[in-house]
């Protein structure tokens, strides 16, 4: 079945830097975008950007350029997510999530498990 | 950037009882606009794409409809299982846009 796997829990200190990571199966990786979304603790979905996964050409959301980069590897169907020079802040739930290129609304379907990240000294 | 403003932000109703909850779009956004399903602790699950297309395996208690700028998710006879926060999401020129929620509980 068609499913995205993401990395586990991590907990890092301000400034540090941290890499998540969404492995698809069940499907040609390249037949779908990756979207990743923020999700601060008892707050809404963030949308924070997308790679193409036929170019790697990632879009970044207003508020997510700089610290963060999206990047593949196709060879293992597998989506990262880096942030560096981590803040308080950025302690959140972040999600992986395919959407379909040909799609009108191009829907979020399906999504990773989440992976938390906590930022504290 | 399009904002969208998601109402009410959180609703208590009985079990049986029809719900609706509102999306309006800072511009026309055709059909482009989806619904989640949120429980606590899980990732969201697509429930309506393209404002009024139930995603395959949803109960048909739960629809979608409206274009341009103004939508309406309902669940027509609300179950326990349903206690979720629900969102809007709208697609515009590759960019989406989350509303900011609506926490719905068993009264």
């Known amino acids: 079945q068609v499913q995205l796997v993401q990395s586990g829990s991590e907990l890092k200190k301000p400034g540090a830097s941290v890499k998540v990571s969404c492995k698809a199966s069940?499907?040609?990786?390249?037949?779908?975008?990756m979207n990743w979304v923020r999700q601060a603790p008892g707050q809404g979905l963030e949308w924070m950007g997308w790679?193409?996964?036929?170019?790697?050409?990632?879009t970044y959301a207003q508020g997510f350029t700089g610290r963060f980069v999206f990047s593949l590897d196709t060879s293992v169907s597998t989506a990262y997510l880096q942030i560096s020079s981590l803040k308080a802040e950025d302690t959140a739930v972040y999600y992986c999530?395919?959407?379909?290129?040909?799609?009108?609304?191009?829907?979020?379907?399906?999504w990773g498990q989440g992976t938390l990240v906590t930022v504290s000294s | 950037d399009i904002q969208m403003t998601q109402s009410p932000s959180s609703l208590s109703a009985s079990v049986g009882d029809r719900v609706t909850i509102t999306c309006q779009a800072s511009?026309?956004?055709?059909?482009?606009l989806n619904w989640y399903q949120q429980k606590p602790g899980k990732a969201p699950k697509l429930l309506i794409y393209?404002?009024?297309n139930l995603e395959t395996g949803v109960p048909s208690r739960f629809s979608g409809s409206g274009s341009g700028t103004d939508f309406t998710f309902t669940i027509s006879s609300l179950q326990p299982e349903d206690i979720a926060t629900y969102y809007c999401q709208q697609y515009d020129n590759l960019r989406w846009t989350f509303g900011q929620g609506t926490k719905v509980e068993i009264k």
């Open positions: 393209d404002a009024s």
């Open positions: 999530a395919r959407d379909p290129y040909a799609r009108a609304a191009r829907p979020f379907d399906p």
């Open positions: 069940g499907y040609t990786f390249t037949s779908y975008a």
């Open positions: 511009q026309d956004i055709s059909n482009y």
């Open positions: 790679i193409n996964t036929n170019t790697g050409n990632p």
